[in-house]
């Protein structure tokens, strides 16, 4: 079993900043990746509807042999993990869990902001998985809806960028977090901008970083851990909309070259 791969899915490309923590981790372990790119954003969908999407990618990753399955999104994780895990037979890892614990860690003064999708704002997933460790803990949680379709089109490092993440991370200026969690894939991107408008007082949590650490624990706990270090790890890409753009950012993004995602269909599989 230790052969196997482990699977990631994703709305879209935004998980491939979690596959890049993946190879960095753990670069002899085989990747899987499926990002469901032609009904990217799932944000601003109904729950049901990211439970039903999040099932297709679950099976097609399924039939690949996967050891273990990450949740590498988080409105994915908030809507759909705890309806799908209790179904299946190997391990399953959200970002949720490891971010929050991650930020429970880092913070001196106990209060924690969140940002994410309006999704996963909406299902209070992080406040909740705070709270049930730590009711004493403060979170302060918002969504900030403009900051994927800022990183889509091309803009994380612009004036406009800088302009979108000022005006919304404003509300955080008039409280003490010292701790802020990114719970969305795509806001490491972002983290600079961040990071200078809120100062280095507060310390940023990349959930999907935090996750991978957690894949490479529960790994070993499992005894699944690929432990021959001459393996170059494998990986293969699917995408349910065309490829060409898939293969341009995760080229240019995971710094790989000859990669070829292939186009699927999973609202078809059974
Ligand atoms: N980043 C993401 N998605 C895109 C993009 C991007 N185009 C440029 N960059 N497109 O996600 C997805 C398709 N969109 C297009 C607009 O409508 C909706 C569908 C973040 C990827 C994080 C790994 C910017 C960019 C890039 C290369 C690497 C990283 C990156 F071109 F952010
Ligand atoms: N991958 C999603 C997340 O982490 C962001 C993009 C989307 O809304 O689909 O929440």
Redesign the pocket.
């Known amino acids: 079993m230790v052969n196997q791969p482990i699977g990631f899915l994703?709305?879209?490309v935004?998980?491939l900043t979690v596959v890049k923590e993946a190879m960095r981790q753990l670069p002899h372990e085989d990747i899987v990746f499926i990002g469901d790119q032609a009904r990217?954003?799932?944000?601003?969908r109904p729950a049901e509807q990211v439970q039903e999407f999040t099932w297709q990618m679950t099976n097609f990753l399924l039939q690949k042999n996967i050891k273990m399955l990450v949740f590498a999104?988080?409105?994915?994780t908030a809507e759909a993990l705890s309806v799908i895990k209790p179904h299946l037979s190997i391990p399953v890892v959200g970002?949720i869990l490891p971010g929050t614990r991650a930020a429970i860690k880092a913070t001196h003064n106990n209060h924690i902001g969140v940002i994410?999708?309006e999704?996963?704002y909406k299902s209070q997933a992080y406040v909740q998985a705070i709270h049930e460790r730590n009711p004493d803990l403060e979170v302060t949680s918002m969504a900030a809806p403009k900051f994927?379709p800022l990183v889509e089109s091309n803009q994380f490092d612009t004036p406009l960028a800088k302009k979108v993440v000022e005006e919304t991370l404003a509300p955080f200026k008039k409280t003490n977090i010292d701790t802020l969690i990114l719970?969305?894939?795509?806001y490491p991107l972002l983290r600079p901008l961040i990071q200078d408008f809120l100062g280095d007082s507060v310390e940023l949590i990349d959930s999907g970083a935090e996750a991978v650490s957690e894949v490479s624990v529960l790994l070993d706990y499992f005894d699944l851990t690929n432990a021959n270090n001459t393996h170059q790890g494998s990986r293969k890409f699917y995408t349910t909309a065309a490829p060409e753009m898939f293969d341009l950012i995760a080229t240019q993004w995971l710094g790989l070259t000859d990669l070829r995602a292939q186009e699927v269909n999973i609202s078809e599989e059974k």
Do not use: I, R
Not at 40 to 44: A, E, N, V
Not at 183 to 186: A, D, S
């Open positions: 994703d709305s879209g935004g998980g990217l954003p799932y944000g601003p999104c988080n409105t994915a970002v994410s999708t999704g996963t994927v719970g969305c894939t795509h």
